[in-house]
């Protein structure tokens, strides 16, 4: 936040909050665009989606203790500082693929983790939507918020139950800890805009993952009949195709969405289990300002709103509005939803009830 | 009676009895006997069935009658609080200026964010409610410091300047009463192995509990409570006929808003601290569970659900390994381990655990609550077919036809 205490916002400091808003707002507009995505296909709204992006996150401690696990080994060439012989603890892995490849892979614990969390998301999501909110199309959106909302309470309390209640620190990769200077390849002064990587690589990573899914809705078969479904469900399936099953593979693939962007975020913010609820109500904002059921005003109200928050937490902004970094979104949210109702880019007749 | 037909006077008597005698209907169990934990007559606990009560009969207001689901009325309790607090902080310890403030200013708060919330419906409703508590929640913790107390809360100081309170006594501590009848004094009485405790605090909020039931079934009845049943069951239509339907909700929304106000005044006056957390969003979810729990639109469900969630979290949270061991004792060895590993994590510190399993299955199971499952198992045994206008007045399926 070097930029920050600037008494008067320089282009430097204009281009650092920019990036510094850039790794929430993929956050948000990953997290949107899952809900997003369920909402348009299957007209529910889930509440229970930032529990989604928390079991993402915690599929990364998995998957790292998992690596790690260890047995204890006597080591007689050295002793502890009581003179017993030392105890070390060896990852079972040194002696499945030997040391150096060993800790490579538990160094990349965190991106390998997005391989692991793909299929576990897209069994979670299909087995919520087959188990549960299948059975509440036909009930009001009031039933829907409090059985989704039930369940997030159910997932979290259970991951709180296995991790523990205390943030998991998970870091990295050894390549991309640490910060590099991001001004001084753009030109501007050394040391103004500092940028840690990881978050650039979280906003490379979103950024592909939002190219991934509007290119497979755009460019195949199946992602086809689900936007004609999403357009008129009733028609689709008069024409014989199973839409509900193509939509029930889409709640899995929303679920992978949110369970990767969780992965991804574990070494920005450690992950513990309100993770999710934190971040849902900030997605439910970033829906409604980009327009319920449009994909594209999820994403672009998503890395708005992080720019805007970030902006918001400049300090020359704070002297002249103290707190606006807590608020900013809410207000935002009122005004959009008060002026232009459709949000940024809401289609019509979407929960126009 | 009291403007009430035979059915509304017997549940209103139900409630002044059921309140009471709350003191030795919680009490059940003796002292000394293992079931003691289970008893929930004790006065803090007590105080908390009747605040949440009036709270749940609030929201119902809106969300049983109107349909409006609001996530955000954590902030007019909030908001109540810290009208309280601060009404001891500067006038008196006397409760009635505190808890008069936190209505009026929870009616006013509530009145602007209605206002704008109520421009919209359905699902952008309960997000707009929720962004405005968050909101609320936010503030309160950081920039409003100076008048929430952030993250430390507030509580009467003894350096406050009380002015309509003489000058306390040296050596003592500022304590909320009602002309001179302190709230946590207390009368108990013991009857061979029972303690019961009579609170002073209670039967106050208590009171304030029937009169706000009292309101609640006279606004369910009146011609007022028809017109939000129409908005529940068809606005179009209720368009159609001429009748803007925005004055209407947004007076349930006010008047639920004060009855947050009036639930978050009576916390102040019972534990004399008010804190930001009171505003968070879990709060609000929390009087969402207690409504639907017990039953939204019907008029006891809520207390009920407020009292079921209550007593459990209490109760629940209390129990630990060492007494879930006691409990299984009699099993053999392994089964008694294998019991308490299963029970356990629903147990202490997995409470919310089961409620959010417990919230889960009533909602899927039965929308409308205990009091239509009451009514199910009610018609189980009498063979004459109920009609609409029986039991579970406003339960989702009997709306319509009120509103016709």
Known sequence: ?353 | MLGLNSRDLQLLLLVIALTAFAPFLLNPFPVDSSLAQFNGGYPDLMQRFVIFGIFAIGFNILFGLTGYLSFGHAAFLGAGSYAAIWMMKLLTMNIIPAVTLSIIVAGLFSLAVGYISLRRSGIYFSILTLAFAQMSYSLAYSVLTPITGGETGLQPKISDPRILDGPLAAGASPRASLFGLEMSSSYELALGGWVFTFNVGYYIAAILMVISFYVAIRIFRSPFGLMLRAVKSNQNRLGYTGVSSKPYTLAAFVISGMYAGLAGGLLVAMDSQAGAERMFWTASGEVVLMTILGGAGTLIGPVLGAGLIKYLENIISKINETVLTGWFSWMPEGLQDAVVAMVYPFVGKGWHLTLGLMFMMVVIFLPGGLMEGLSRIGNLFSRKPKTSTDADDGAANSAPKAAE
């Not at chain 1, 665009?33 to 299957?42: D, E, R, S, V």
């Not at chain 1, 229970?48 to 047995?71: D, N, Q």
């Not at chain 1, 992950?271 to 672009?300: K, R, T």
């Open chain 1, 1 to 353: 936040m070097r930029g920050g205490s600037f008494g008067v916002p320089t282009m430097e400091a204009f281009i650092l909050q920019i990036v510094n808003g850039l790794d929430k707002g993929s956050a948000y507009a990953l997290i949107a665009l899952g809900l997003t995505l369920i909402f348009g296909t299957l007209g529910v709204v889930n509440f229970a989606h930032g529990a989604l992006f928390m079991i993402g996150a915690f599929c990364a401690v998995t998957l790292s203790r998992l690596l790690t696990a260890s047995k204890t080994v006597i080591d007689e060439t050295k002793t502890d500082f009581l003179g017993n012989p030392a105890k070390t603890e060896v990852p079972y892995l040194y002696d499945i693929v030997g040391v150096d490849a060993a800790n490579v892979i538990i160094d990349w614990a965190v991106p390998l983790s997005i391989l692991f969390a793909i299929p576990v998301m897209m069994l979670i999501g299909v087995a919520i939507e087959r188990g549960l909110i299948r059975h509440f199309y036909k009930r009001a959106h009031a039933d829907q918020i409090l059985v989704t909302f039930g369940l997030a309470i159910v997932l979290q309390e259970l991951i709180k139950y296995f991790y523990g209640a205390n943030p998991i620190p998970t870091p990295a990769p050894d390549a991309f800890r640490g910060s590099f200077d991001f001004g001084a390849m753009l030109g501007f002064d050394p040391n103004v805009i500092i940028y840690p990587y990881w978050r650039l690589v979280y906003f490379g990573f979103a950024a592909v993952v939002i190219g991934g899914v509007f290119a497979f809705l755009r460019f195949t078969t199946f992602g086809m009949v689900v936007r004609a479904g999403m357009a008129d469900r009733e028609t689709v399936g008069l024409l014989g195709i199973n839409i509900d099953k193509r939509f029930t593979i889409m709640f899995g693939l929303a679920a992978a969405v949110a369970g990767v962007a969780g992965v991804m975020y574990t070494p920005i913010n450690s992950p513990n289990y309100h993770m999710g609820m934190d971040f849902l109500v900030l997605s439910f904002v970033v829906v409604v300002v980009g327009g319920m059921g449009s994909l594209v005003g999820a994403v672009l109200a998503g890395f708005l709103l992080g720019i805007l928050e970030s902006f918001a937490s400049m300090s020359a902004v704070l002297d002249v509005l103290p707190g606006i970094n807590q608020i900013i979104l809410y207000v935002v949210a009122i005004i959009i939803l008060l002026t232009r109702p459709r949000g940024l880019m809401g289609r019509a007749g979407v929960m126009e009830d």
